[in-house]
């Protein structure tokens, strides 16, 4: 790999990317989604896998619902 | 506050009470609630738990680093009130944001470019700096040299200036996509991702 691979991949945008408002509105949807199956989840909400690519508090926030999700499904 | 309608309880450092807590936002501004934001202190209630058996590594001392936020919190609470420690209180609350000064030498720290290999990325970083200052209006420059050069929480900067977690993305994505159309145009970086076997 280059050495400037981590350099070109933080200046690359994605044309899908929804931006954090609308990744906040569907987060929830998407997370319950992703919990059981990630791929399905891109796939239904491109736009929102994008901007979680490229949006670290908003790729934290989806962590913490997923943690919270499986926390729910282990006690239940 | 007295007769809230809600009593919200988090420690600062708890990313989970943070995010539950923009949520609480969004509720209460929809449904016209109250919200009387209580600090608690997760380092004191887990006490008596064994951080070695029950915590990854680390963890104890990051909670016990979280005190001091909670310091903060309380007296940013008692000067300005209430509202003062809620959603946006863990941003608030990280040091102050370096905004008018570029550290540039960090760079090939916060993107992995190894100095044993400089003569790769020297002048790469070089075009970079000077796109940076060509090509992006001052708010862009300012936003993306506070975020990108110098390390800075995206939620901490959009606390600083008062503005928002999407404004701020927005004005970033902007910036990272007239950066790289540069260094494509100037020959430094490939047009399509380098694909590895």
């Known amino acids: 790999m280059n050495s400037w691979a981590e350099l070109d991949r933080f200046l690359r945008t994605d044309p899908r990317d929804t931006g954090c408002a609308t990744a906040m509105e569907l987060l929830h949807v998407y997370a319950e989604l992703a919990a059981a199956d990630r791929p399905a989840a891109d796939q239904r909400y491109p736009e929102v896998a994008a901007h979680l690519r490229s949006c670290g508090p908003c790729a934290e926030d989806l ?14 | ?28 501004a929809q449904r016209d609630y109250t919200v009387d934001w209580r600090l608690i202190s997760l380092r004191m209630l887990n006490a008596d738990v064994g951080y070695d058996s029950h915590f990854p590594a680390g963890y104890e001392a990051g909670r016990t680093a979280g005190l001091r936020l909670l310091r903060r919190s309380a007296d940013s609470q008692r000067r300005a009130g209430n509202p003062a420690v809620g959603p946006g209180c863990r ?19 916060r993107f992995g470019l190894d100095p044993a290999r400089e003569s790769e990325w020297r002048d790469l970083a070089q075009a970079l700096r000077q796109a940076v200052e060509e090509e992006l209006t001052e708010h862009q420059r300012r936003i993306f040299t506070a975020i990108a050069v110098n390390g800075v929480p995206l939620d901490a900067l959009a606390a ?11 004005t970033m994505f902007d910036a990272r996509r007239k950066l790289r159309a540069c260094l494509v145009a100037n ?6 991702p380098v694909r590895h076997s």
């Open chain 1, 63 to 76: 962590e913490g619902l997923l943690a919270a999700i499986r926390a729910d499904l282990t006690e239940s």
């Open chain 2, 1 to 28: 506050m007295d007769n809230a309608d809600i009593n919200f309880y988090f420690d600062p450092l708890c990313p989970f009470a943070w995010m539950t807590s923009k949520w609480v936002r969004q509720v209460a």
């Open chain 2, 91 to 109: 941003a608030r609350i990280l040091p102050q944001v370096p905004l008018d000064t570029a550290d540039w030498v960090r760079l090939p720290d």
């Open chain 2, 160 to 170: 600083e200036l008062g503005s928002s977690r999407n404004a701020i993305y927005k």
């Open chain 2, 187 to 192: 020959g430094y970086l490939p047009e399509n």
